[in-house]
């Protein structure tokens, strides 16, 4: 079956570091979306990667693996407005998007 | 009004209620959504609409009716809905229903509680 893994939370220092990763299996491969949302607000879109290798944006980095089916999400700088839950989703190769449960990121001062 | 407009926010119904949820998207999209999410669990696909036609149906019950009057509007129409059905109901859109780099853009959602 195709299913998305990643961890349900994870806390970290306003300043610092952290990666969320996150694991695929899917039926066919079409990318990797990260999503963020803040509680009561709707999902934004942070990063799509289709292609092996790291993709920067400001503070915010993607990076895939196809062979490993593995992709993870990294935030520097981390700042109190970080606190949110990421979504991680996989499109297959009927470019239906796999979802996975989210990432609850807890930033403390 | 820019994005995508759901309401409303916050909806609390009964099993015998009929209520309708309505989403509006000012991007001129060609392909709009409604998922369902609940607490901790994976966001699901309910409908997908493409130009107004439905493309998908998820195996949603019944009690789920999705309307489409045009490319900009969206609405689930809701009747004898169950306690488990109580979730968050976000609706989406996008350029189109299935190509890569699909990038969604995402409503509010409505908070739905049935009692």
């Known amino acids: 079956g195709q299913n998305i893994d990643q961890p349900t939370e994870m806390t970290a220092t306003e300043g610092a570091i952290v990666q969320i990763n996150c694991t695929y299996q899917?039926?066919?491969?079409?990318?990797l979306f990260w999503y963020q949302q803040h509680a009561g607000e709707a999902p934004t879109f942070l990063s799509y990667?289709?292609l092996d290798g790291l993709e920067e944006k400001g503070r915010f980095s993607s990076f895939l693996s196809r062979s490993k089916g593995y992709s993870y999400l990294l935030l520097k700088e981390l700042q109190m407005k970080d606190s949110a839950s990421y979504l991680c989703?996989?499109?297959?190769?009927?470019?239906?998007?796999?979802w996975g449960a989210g990432t609850k990121l807890i930033i403390k001062p | 009004e820019t994005g995508v407009t759901q309401t409303p926010r916050h909806l609390v119904m009964g099993m015998t209620n009929k209520k309708s949820l309505k989403c509006e998207q000012h991007?001129?999209?060609?392909?709009m959504y409604w998922y369902k999410q609940s607490a901790k669990k994976p966001l699901e696909l309910m409908f997908v609409?493409?130009?107004?036609?439905?493309?998908e149906n998820n195996s949603v019950p019944s009690r789920f009716s999705p309307e489409c009057p045009n490319s900009s509007h969206l609405f689930l129409h809701l009747h004898t809905l169950q306690p488990e059905d109580s979730a968050l109901y976000l609706c989406?859109?996008?350029?189109?229903?299935?190509?890569?780099?699909?990038?969604?853009?995402f409503g509010a959602g409505s908070r739905l509680t049935v009692l």
């Open positions: 989406a859109s996008s350029q189109e229903p299935a190509s890569g780099a699909n990038v969604l853009t």
């Open positions: 991007l001129g999209h060609n392909a």
């Open positions: 609409y493409s130009l107004e036609e439905r493309v």
């Open positions: 899917t039926s066919g491969f079409n990318g």
């Open positions: 990667n289709v």
């Open positions: 989703a996989a499109m297959d190769s009927n470019y239906q998007l796999i």
